[in-house]
């Protein structure tokens, strides 16, 4: 068991912070300096992001990587997320996170981060200009792609339950919610 870090006092928490505590298996995300800390995710989330990680893996050009969490997102020294699955170009990775921006960036909702993939992330991931953001709800099914133009996200396709949509960005795909979920 490690120890328990000692954050500093009177300045919101950083990047350097969050890589100087110990590794004690929990996700740890940075929203403007404050600590959120992710619950494990249920079976049927990570057959979602299993699923779909071999999809998006199959299409993907050789300048973009598909990457499964947990990986960090460095989106500012104070703002670092940990998306269920991240596109991203080859040179923003370094060993130890993504920095920038990805091309894609997939949170699979959750009853204990709904609100959060919903809301937070999908408006912070705008503000920086990730090009894509996609959510997928595994109770209803239906997934969501939102595609980033002239600032804000604009929904480029949605499947509910079996229906196919394809995709072009970041790269042409077909999917259904249906498919990801079964």
């Known amino acids: 068991m490690g ?3 000692t954050f500093p006092h009177g300045r919101p928490l950083t990047w350097a912070d969050l890589e100087a505590m110990p590794d004690d298996g929990h996700r740890f995300e940075l929203v403007d300096g404050v600590l959120v800390m992710s619950p494990s995710p ?30 960090d997102v460095v ?3 104070d703002t670092v997320f940990i998306p269920d699955l ?12 993504l920095i920038g921006p990805p091309v894609l960036a997939v949170e699979v909702l959750s009853p204990r981060t ?3 993939d919903l809301e937070l992330k999908r408006a912070k991931f705008q503000e920086v200009g990730c090009e894509n953001y996609w959510m997928i709800d595994y109770d209803s099914p239906w997934l969501r792609c939102l595609h980033w133009e002239n600032g804000v996200y604009v929904e480029q396709a949605r499947s ?11 790269f042409a795909v077909k999917l259904s919610a249906q498919s990801l979920v079964r």
């Not at 079976?43 to 779909?52: G, K, S």
């Not at 509910?160 to 970041?170: S, T």
């Open 86 to 97: 991240v596109v991203g170009r080859r040179e923003q990775f370094t060993k130890q996170a």
């Open 42 to 71: 249920r079976p049927v989330h990570q057959r979602v992001v299993a699923r779909l990680l071999v999809a998006l893996t199959a299409v993907c050009p050789p300048e973009l990587e598909v990457l499964p969490a947990p990986v």
């Open 3 to 5: 120890g328990v870090p």
């Open 114 to 116: 709904r609100h959060v």
């Open 160 to 170: 509910d339950g079996e229906e196919i949509i394809e995709l072009q960005f970041p």
């Open 75 to 77: 989106l500012a020294d």
